[in-house]
């Protein structure tokens, strides 16, 4: 990958923003077990609040919608932390849910939700706050971890998240609006994903949430025997929600309001932690003394 190139600078290490964020640990996998077979159905991840899973409610959409067609197979959801066993302790039920107030089961609204679960959640990743977010270039590299639907083992207990690093290629607004700094909230990027990834975090090279990935369109078809998801791809583009439509799901969450679609149907609270402060008086989108090459892990 080319960037910006400088005098003898030094190449983007993603291995050393993975481990120094340790973004990894943030990561988790998304779905659901029946007759003894796990399926993933979406990525997701923590952040800001210790109690809370992210992920795209297409992702909430899709699974709720498969836990109704196979409920007489009697189907358990989970978010599991990649690298471990689900059912084990870093594996959580999945029961109640807040989607983006202005999600509208369309890629022309911002695609975001959260699981509220049973958790304690300590170091998590930051959101860019929202007053960078315009600041965002084109070509900068961007990094994600999630869980590519090709690589998905109905027979495994311990799904293994995937890295994939990219630039941002675009900006776009929703729908057909005239695009301008504010409203161009659709991060179009050249990240080489699939379904399955639907959720990942997209983040910057300071570690820092730029955006949540959608991965794309697609729906989910269900085998009422199995229990088994099949993609039906609709679309190839990848897209993100931009940080700026995240922070609105943010203050909601802090405002300590009821989610307006559970699964449980109980209120519930989202535990905000402290957050990191960006290190700069302006964003950096690309490494200082950068030369213009990456170092993948």
């Known amino acids: 990958m080319q960037g910006p190139r400088g005098p003898a600078g030094e190449p983007l290490n993603w291995a050393d923003v993975i481990e120094e964020g340790q973004l990894n640990d943030a990561t988790y996998a998304i779905g659901y077990q029946v007759l003894g077979f ?14 809370v899973i992210w992920t ?26 990649t690298g471990t066993e689900i059912g084990g302790s870093d594996s959580y039920a999945l029961n109640t849910f807040i989607e983006h107030p202005e999600y509208d089961g369309t890629v022309d609204s911002p695609d975001v ?40 083992d109905p027979f495994t207990s311990f799904p293994i998240a995937t890295f994939k690093d ?18 161009s909230r659709v991060v179009q990027h050249n990240l080489d994903l699939s379904g399955g990834t639907s959720g990942s975090f997209i983040f910057d090279h300071e570690g820092f949430i730029i955006a949540v990935n959608n991965a794309g369109t697609e729906r989910l078809v269900f085998d009422q025997r ?15 929600i931009r940080v700026d439509d995240v922070w609105r799901l943010v203050e909601l969450g802090s405002s300590g309001t009821s989610p307006r679609i559970t699964i ?34």
């Open 38 to 51: 796990n399926f993933v159905v979406g990525s997701g991840f923590n952040a800001h609040f210790n109690n």
């Open 226 to 240: 199995t229990g088994r998801p099949q993609r039906i791809p609709t679309g190839n583009i990848g897209f993100g």
């Open 166 to 183: 990219g630039t941002i290629s675009a900006f776009r607004p929703y729908g057909t609006e005239r695009p301008t700094a504010d409203n």
């Open 264 to 297: 449980s149907r109980k209120n519930v609270f989202m535990r905000r932690l402290p957050t990191r402060d960006y290190p700069h008086d302006t964003y950096q989108p690309f490494p200082l003394n950068w030369n213009g090459q990456t170092v993948l892990p």
């Open 113 to 152: 939700a959260v699981f509220i679960v049973e958790a304690d959640f300590g170091r998590v990743p930051s959101f860019l706050p929202r007053n960078q977010a315009r600041n965002l270039r084109v070509g900068q590299p961007i990094g994600t971890i999630g869980f590519p639907g090709e690589v998905a």
């Open 56 to 81: 795209n409610a297409h992702v909430v959409r899709g699974l709720i919608e498969g836990l109704r067609s196979v409920r007489h197979l009697n189907p358990k959801p989970f978010a599991v932390k």
